[in-house]
């Protein structure tokens, strides 16, 4: 937690402790408290997790794939 501290950015700050503690809203979890009526991904249609907005998404690899080469 030492590392959050040193975060500056409050809104990068709140990103990162949401990560950590897996709090974001995803269609899964807003599934479970009937906040909508689906758990599929609105890009690929997939299950909505975290790991899949982050990660497993066809669109969200796109979007690394494209910070990758923006960085090179």
Not at 28 to 41: D, V
């Amino acid at each position: 937690m030492k590392v959050i501290k040193q975060i500056s950015n409050f809104k990068l700050r709140n990103i990162f402790y949401r990560l950590i503690n897996n709090d974001f809203f995803t269609k899964t979890k807003m599934l479970k408290f009937k906040m909508t009526n689906s758990s599929e991904c609105d890009r690929c249609g997939a299950e909505e997790s975290t790991k899949h907005l982050l990660w497993d998404c066809p669109f969200s690899q796109l979007a690394w794939i494209h910070l990758f080469l923006a960085l090179k």
